[in-house]
């Protein structure tokens, strides 16, 4: 007992010394003790191997975090997530750590960087976007748990392969755009924030239109644009983070051989998720944001649950968000899907870890399957890799040996700047540049020229949007509103099967924590349902209004004109009948409208 006081009262020294004092000493040799536990890592598995890949990123915790007493309670074991969660008993006095396991397709730690994640999540996957392929990566997690920053590296990464392999192939051609979903609203962000539609045609395909696309000729080109796209992006400040993401951005790179799509890659950064708790400071408007962002990450689960389980139906209307993801869940090309979860390891925000973590664990069915596959990377028979993390469990890291531990690519302990933002940045840099004003300039020269747009020879439609092309007999048909009676009733149909997809996992689940968490999700759904109703009969009330005060102006311009011809100078003849036939007609139509 007097050893154990005195090495604590040594660690507290330790760690007032190193501006970390205050750190719960006792939470912390705990959590220590917890991670001993824990088993060495595997070799991780290609993205190649599976058409929905998994995959969890731990940060390092930020000095400024262990200043305020944060403890690094995340252990991140390939392909294993342990979170070592400090709690007290109810007596208030007994502390005790309670470890929740999680397994996934790739988990990397602290000291594996943004390079190591790219190698094993999208690299392999760069040759499928040329030979009819579709490559969708997200990013999701807690607002601060570095999605931002994770999917900005990645597509630095993406962009140079994709124009190393074009290097090889003939006449390849790259079409840019950019868009965020910002409160069940699409704008997009190469064009002034512009109010973008979306729309259905008649094959059930989703069209954005208004949507921008820029054409770029290098790698160069493709980041000066995406630069600009990110410094214009909606970030307000939460209680949990001063320049939280309260928007979904999507970023479109589409590959074109001779005129003709061959395939593409989507990058999305969802929005920060932010508990309860983190929210009740926070004023009515980014508390309807937090709702929005949940309603749109429970349809994405859905979706991607449904994907998985090779559903005939995929619920894509249940969202703005996965409508314009439509093709990433049910085209006919080869699909490729990267979840990314990005975790904060203190913890204060341990249940909030949690929460993302079986978020990630349900969006599919059978994780790590492919550890048994001999053509695995890595692989090693089953009886191997319980004799080694038996083995490695029984000893300290200090005493395992290079030889008892699974060979591993070796990976450079990362520094904070070079990975990671560091605490104390408020404004949102991209890959390193925290001159927000400076990426705000819009692409000069030659880069992102827009593309030149086929005439339509047909008159738009009522609601103002643009015929489409039927790509297989060249005839234009045009798309409707998402708010129009017949995808109004699809999208009841997919809201009836979230619900009904719920309610048998919370049937199957029974009273375990999985399906008190899909009977919360089914009561928010519900929510959203009628909150979602409210927000689009408001919409179609505002466009409405719109429509009038235009065919009013019309009205009124064309009141002033009669009133001129009967009037005017020298006019001693002219048709009074006429006049009062148009005058009654003017008149009617003013009473309908108003």
């Given at each position: 007992m007097k050893e154990e006081k005195l090495l604590k009262a040594e660690r507290?020294?330790?760690?007032?010394?190193?501006?970390?004092g205050n750190i719960d000493v006792d939470f912390e040799v705990m959590v220590e003790q917890q991670k001993q536990k824990v088993g060495a890592a595997l070799n991780h598995i290609s993205a190649t191997q599976m058409n929905i890949c998994i995959c969890v990123r731990k940060r390092p915790l930020f000095?400024?975090?262990y200043q305020q007493g944060e403890i690094d309670s995340v252990s991140s074991s390939n392909p294993k997530v342990v979170v070592?969660?400090?709690?007290?008993k109810v007596d208030g006095i007994t502390k005790y750590v309670q470890d929740t396991n999680f397994k996934f397709d790739n988990t990397f730690n602290e000291n594996e960087n943004s390079q190591d994640l790219y190698q094993f999540s999208i690299r392999d996957l760069v040759p499928t976007i040329f030979d009819s392929g579709i490559v969708t990566c997200f990013a999701y997690g807690q607002t601060g748990s570095g999605k931002t920053f994770t999917v900005n590296a990645i597509t630095k990464y993406a962009i140079n392969d994709i124009f190393k392999v074009a290097a090889s192939r003939k006449a390849?051609?790259?079409?840019?755009?950019?868009?965020?979903?910002?409160?069940?609203k699409c704008m997009d962000l190469l064009n002034n924030k512009n109010k973008l539609q979306i729309l259905e045609d008649k094959?059930?395909?989703i069209q954005v239109f208004g949507l921008e696309e820029r054409q770029a000729c290098s790698a160069?080109?493709?980041?000066?644009?995406?630069?600009?796209?990110?410094?214009?992006r909606t970030t307000h400040q939460t209680a949990a983070n001063d320049t939280s993401s309260r928007s979904h951005a999507i970023c479109q790179i589409q590959v074109k051989a001779n005129g003709r799509s061959q395939g593409k890659l989507l990058l999305v950064d969802l929005a920060g998720s932010e508990r309860a708790a983190d929210c009740q400071s926070n004023n009515r408007q980014r508390r309807l944001e937090g709702a929005e962002i949940n309603k749109s990450l429970l349809a994405l689960k859905e979706c991607i649950r449904a994907l998985d389980s090779k559903s005939n139906h995929i619920p894509f209307r249940a969202s703005k968000l996965t409508m314009v993801l439509r093709d990433s869940f049910m085209s006919s090309q080869a699909s490729k899907i990267v979840m990314i979860a990005c975790i904060n390891p203190g913890t204060s925000s341990s249940d909030h870890t949690i929460n993302t973590l079986r978020y990630a664990e349900r969006l599919k069915g059978d994780i790590n399957q492919l550890y048994s596959n001999p053509a695995a990377v890595g692989y090693l028979p089953q009886h191997q890799q319980n004799n080694i993390v038996q083995d490695h469990s029984m000893l300290n890291d200090e005493q395992m040996n290079d030889q008892q531990r699974i060979p591993k690519p070796q990976v450079a302990p990362q520094h904070p700047s070079e990975n990671q933002p560091k605490p104390e940045e408020k404004k949102r840099g991209v890959w390193g540049n925290n001159n927000k004003a400076a990426a705000a300039q819009p692409p000069q020269g030659n880069a992102g020229a827009k593309l030149n747009k086929p005439v339509y020879q047909k008159k738009p439609?009522?609601?103002?949007?643009?015929?489409t092309q039927n790509s297989d007999n060249g005839d234009y048909s045009f798309p409707q509103s998402v708010n129009s009676p017949d995808n109004r009733k699809k999208k009841q149909e997919d809201w009836n099967y979230l619900k009904q997809t719920l309610r048998s996992n919370n049937l199957m689940n029974g009273e375990n924590q999985g399906g008190d968490q899909d009977q919360l999700d089914q009561n928010l759904l519900t929510f959203h349902e009628k909150a979602d109703e409210l927000v689009e009969e408001g919409d179609e009330l505002r466009s409405k209004h719109l429509e009038y005060l235009k065919e009013a102006a019309k009205l009124l311009t064309e009141e002033g004109e009669l009133i001129s011809n009967v009037q005017g100078f020298g006019n001693e003849e002219y048709d009074m009948d006429e006049y009062v036939l148009r005058m009654e007609k003017i008149i009617k139509r003013n009473l309908e409208i108003y």
């Open positions: 507290k020294a330790a760690n007032e010394l190193a501006g970390k000095e400024k975090e070592h969660e400090p709690k007290v390849i051609e790259f079409s840019l755009s950019m868009f965020e979903i910002y409160g069940g094959n059930n395909k160069a080109e493709v980041h000066q644009i995406i630069d600009y796209g990110h410094s214009i439609s009522s609601n103002g949007s643009a015929p």
